[in-house]
């Protein structure tokens, strides 16, 4: 059976405008040395829930989610399916908040899903993302932007909520080309765009209630390309084509900054919409250029596509080459890590979470995370001019079918591979192990529990039949649309720097519970980041570890640890050379004495009960002539989180 019937074409309508694999030619120093990774095995586990068990099961496929950068969903996932149903009268493709109990096994997940407007194209071109506050889900789909209210909504039998939906007044958007969409705080959407009115494409700002929308015009069609899985059959991969990343930046003081990736220029773009009247003296675009980094590092890195940023501001992207790759804008400097099997992966999602980028690779059923640890290089940006001009739309408003329901758990464990290679070490789970799941797409960290732990959706299931002495075998050779969301616990193998907290590390199950369930680090036996010194299960931990540093003698140096309302514990900690004679003191927003450890060997650690809200300094001294290597831990402790 074919895997997606209704979109397959779009691979083959998409092959001319694969990017071109030439390097631009740029002097730089040369790559640095490279060492034979090395691969350990071990297990994960996973919860997923089966929502194509369920009566309502008219959609499937689920690909997109919201990648939460900001922790704004805590222990939530949102997705939206991308087949609809064969009758159109049964409805489009629908949106999805689903919501897990606190501790996975211990009840079922609720869900609440809204209908969309059925499109001019069936298949998986669809992206999402919620406001700020998450009342409005937005969903970009290839004929039109829309909108869900939440909280705009009707009650009784048949509950409906507001969906408004955006047209726009021109030959239709090229269907097999629906980039991602971002929306700032102001509820401000934006998207790229192809038409046979823009040929080139367009950077787009649409604004709720504004007749037109602003478009940007580049002049370089950010747009979509060809997924190189399998390339030289004509197919594409799993995810068919891949399609351009945008974002907005993070932070509320820069979110006139917009960064976007054009797979056609293999750049990565910033758009400056402050700037009212570009030019070449005032240019509006920057570009880093892949060419550039391929050339410096040596490889070959190809095909920018998702686009997500974590809260510091950092861009990562995925790379049809099987690349991922950082840039800090503030400073232009990049780094690149390929993910094992390369190209082989067709990577899908991409979701920063503080030390860790977790990714989806949809051909090789992977959802996983890199600890990144290549040095960076710098790439000077390309300036460049984008013009803008306004562009009708038309809004109109409907209802959209509500539905609600519960789905319980299914534990399961899978196999797993930790690589260790020079630009970093990745940690990942093959979801099709002992399972029947295929081709992982979104995926998000829960930022309810610790680093290491995703939510993910499953776009098919694989063909099951007995074997003759009853055992179950699973032939991903016929395999069927799914409507599956999944939670995966990866092991930690590096220092998590940021830890989170989390008591509760196999998810509502004994640790005996499977074999491998239970996952455990030398000093950290929930491997959640906080080491077991200051974890206790009666209050949740965070835990910021500093990388070590040279502290010259009879010298100090200063943290900032900032406390909540309900912190009832600031712990500050810092180790140093064995004979080392160190001290670690703070002090509050008045520079006024907290408390000290005094002077100790080697380790000094000093506790301050119930602070109150503000920022504290942490002050570490070292009271010896000699200058020493020492490494600071802050610990806050907040009351434990209630268990469902």
Known sequence: MSRRPAIHFAAACLLAAAPSLAFAQVSVSAAPPTSVPVATTGTAHLIEWDLSLLPDAIDGNPGAMVVDTRGEDNNRAWFVTRVAAPDPSGGGQRVYRFDPARSLMHGNANWTSWDLQIDTFAGGLKKMRPSHDRRYVFVRTATFIQRIDT?????????????????????????????????????????????????????????????????????????????QGNAATGTGGSSVSCLSGIDVHPQQNKQNLIYYSEPNTNTIAELNIAITSPSATRPNIRRWSLDKLSTMTGENIQQPRMLKIDKWGKIWVNTGSGHLVSLDPSTSKMTKHQIPAGIANDPWGIAPDDDVIGYTGADTNKVAMLFPKYPPVYVAPDPGVAPFTTFPTVAANDASTVVTGSVPGTPKVVDATTTRKDDGTYVEAFINTNNDSLQPLGITSNRGKAQGTFFYTVGLAAGTSTDALGNVVFDPTSPSIAKRIGFVRLPIKEKIRNGRDDDDADDGEDRNFKAGWHNSEPGDDDADGVPDQYDTSTSRESSTMIDPSSLPGLQSVDYPVTTSATTLALIAAVEADPLAMIAVDVYNALGVLSATSGPLAGTAVVTLPLPGAGTYTARVRNLGTSAVTQSPTFILREPALPQQ
Do not use: I
Request: charged share 15%; aromatic share 10%.
């Open 151 to 227: 909280q705009n909504c009707t009650s009784g039998t048949a509950p409906t909520c507001q969906r408004t939906v955006w047209t726009f007044e021109e030959t239709p958007l090229d269907p097999t080309f629906v980039s991602d969409l971002a929306v700032d705080d102001q509820n401000h959407v934006f998207t790229t765009g192809v038409s046979s009115a823009f040929p080139d494409g367009y950077v787009q700002m649409l604004t709720p209630g504004a007749a037109t929308v602003k478009r940007w015009l580049p002049g370089t069609a950010p747009g979509a390309c060809v997924s």
